[in-house]
């Protein structure tokens, strides 16, 4: 590493990896700093006792790290690639009327960043789904669109990032890829390469134009070198060494510019800690930690007993979607599929009516096969028995987001991230959404459940997609960062990612983070 470069980056998902990449094609020296490892295709979790070891911490390095708040969970990744190692594949523009929602900048519209769209579709290969040669649409998909027909909803296939044909060499970075097996296990990592994570595209291709990645390089302070003289920040990190678990080595390094993109709760707590901890960036806005929004995001409901075959663990993990809006909120629905690990694991814990009765049918037909009774074989008559009744073929796991308040406040307390949110005004969004989801389940001749986290008492919601904390506004007093990402008085420093954005948006956000952080990149290159 060396001791100054022209561009520090903190963290290598959407944002990070999008300006350490175009900053390095315009000559910049980039280093990128990521809490995280590198993946190879063959580490990802896959069995169930793997996936138990794969949750992040400073000791595992592993590739989930899931939240728990009081009320509100978070899910998100850690690794070179950030979200998009972990992320369901969406790439979808959010609707023009999102922009026009009080808090935006004046300048950011929906034209202004159809162009930057634009360029990060182009590097995410993002398109509707093809099947595969040999395959069909998955189930999920056929059943999503089915009853979003009936509901005349006018149901469509979503924008994802991933390839579905023959082996090649990635158009953008030359990484070798195969095409989608339909294995399901996106949200554990593709160990095909069919999915088009950053690791494939932004981060090779600014790696092939000199930036510089550093792994395991969780950052804690950014101070400012000389404010009046804008010298740059000196970003102090722990580097973290996998051979002894949990121990580090400090360091710093210093940066013309700072680009922050750890993500929504990332980077708004480095942020905190650099404002109320250690004091070196004492001006942050009073807006930091504000306007924390999950995106509406509804997981873990489903419906269950569907007229159909849905098989949700197979096919890419979101393939179809529709817009479901009142005159008060818009509301997105789509199919969500869960990785094999966890879908067996719902197989056996969830009850199952008859499930007692099918392993008895099995084992008569069993015993009576080896005392020469039967002539049946246990292997097509009770296997197809035991396992095809299973309570999972016919669920239909879904994904609802909506205009949530953002009414949420990120804090520290004993020193970590704390989220303080409540459904209260966002209730009547919510209410709206699964009323859609029963009419939806109707439709499919199913069983509408819930989300487990979502029954009182408990009450709260899992979000994979946090937003806001880091605000952009038009001054100081609404917002943390202007609408070019740069923070209000602290020049050369600036925060592209999630946190942001000011709203929620209703649909999946990685588009959106793109494209806002291909304008940020754009305008410091343009701005020398």
């Keep these: 590493m060396k001791e100054i470069y022209d561009v520090v980056v903190i963290g290598s998902g959407f944002g990070g990896a999008i300006n350490a990449c175009r900053l390095a094609e315009a000559g910049r020296s980039v280093c990128v700093l990521e809490r995280g490892k590198r993946w190879g295709r063959k580490d990802f979790p896959r069995t ?92 999920r998909t056929k059943a999503l669109m089915d009853g979003g027909n009936k509901l005349g909803r006018g149901p469509r296939l979503m924008n994802i990032a991933v390839y579905t044909g023959p082996d090649r060499l990635n158009p953008h970075s030359g990484v070798p890829q195969e095409g989608c097996v339909y294995c399901g296990n996106c949200m554990l990592g593709c160990h095909v390469h069919a999915k088009n994570t950053l690791d494939l595209n932004y981060i090779p291709v600014a790696e092939q134009h000199g930036a510089e990645v550093f792994p395991l390089h969780s950052v804690v302070k950014i101070e400012p070198l000389d404010a009046a003289k804008k010298d740059g920040y000196r970003v102090y990190f722990q580097h973290y060494h996998p051979e002894n678990k949990g121990q580090y080595t400090e360091g710093s390094v210093v940066g013309r510019k700072v680009i922050v993109s750890a993500g929504s709760l990332g980077s708004t707590e480095l942020m905190l800690r650099c404002r109320d901890t250690h004091k070196t960036l004492p001006g942050l806005s009073p807006m930091l930690g504000k306007r924390w929004s999950g995106n509406g995001d509804f997981l873990l409901a489903g419906t269950f007993n569907v007229n159909q075959e849905v098989d949700p663990g197979s096919g890419p993990s979101i393939t179809a979607g529709f817009d479901c809006s009142t005159d008060s909120n818009k509301i997105f629905i789509q199919d969500v599929g869960y990785p094999d690990p966890l879908m067996w694991y719902l197989e056996g814990t969830l009850p199952m009516p008859g499930r007692w009765e099918q392993i008895k049918h099995f084992l008569k037909i069993y015993v009576f096969r080896i005392l020469g009774l039967s002539k049946a074989s246990a292997f097509t008559v009770g296997m197809e028995k035991l396992f095809g009744g299973g309570i999972t073929t016919r669920m239909l796991p879904y994904l609802g987001m909506g205009t949530d308040a953002g009414d949420g406040e990120m804090s520290l307390s004993d020193n970590n991230i704390d989220i303080a949110w409540s459904h209260t005004r966002s209730k009547k ?100």
């Design 429 to 528: 969004m919510f209410n709206e959404m699964e009323e859609e989801l029963g009419k939806l389940s109707d439709k499919l001749e199913g069983d509408y459940k819930t989300s487990l986290l979502w029954k009182w008492p408990i009450k709260k919601l899992l979000t994979a997609h946090p937003l806001g904390g880091c605000i952009m506004g038009d001054t100081a007093e609404t917002g943390v960062v202007n609408e070019f990402g740069e923070v209000w008085n602290y020049p050369n420093l600036y925060v592209a990612d999630g946190a942001i954005i000011p709203t929620a948006l209703s649909i999946n956000p990685s588009a959106t983070i793109c494209a806002l952080s291909e304008r940020i990149a754009d305008h410091i290159v343009r701005s020398g």
């Design 48 to 139: 169930i006792g793997q996936v138990g070891k794969s949750f992040w911490n400073h000791k595992d390095f592993g590739l989930l790290d899931y939240r728990i708040f009081k009320k509100v969970d978070v899910i998100q990744a850690s690794g070179v690639g950030g979200g998009s190692l972990v992320y369901f594949n969406v790439h979808e523009r959010a609707h023009k009327e999102i922009f026009e929602l009080p808090g935006w900048p004046a300048g950011v519209k929906r034209e202004t960043l159809d162009p930057f769209y634009d360029k990060a579709k182009f590097m995410l290969d993002a398109q509707q789904l093809i099947p595969p040669d040999t395959y069909d649409f998955p189930g």
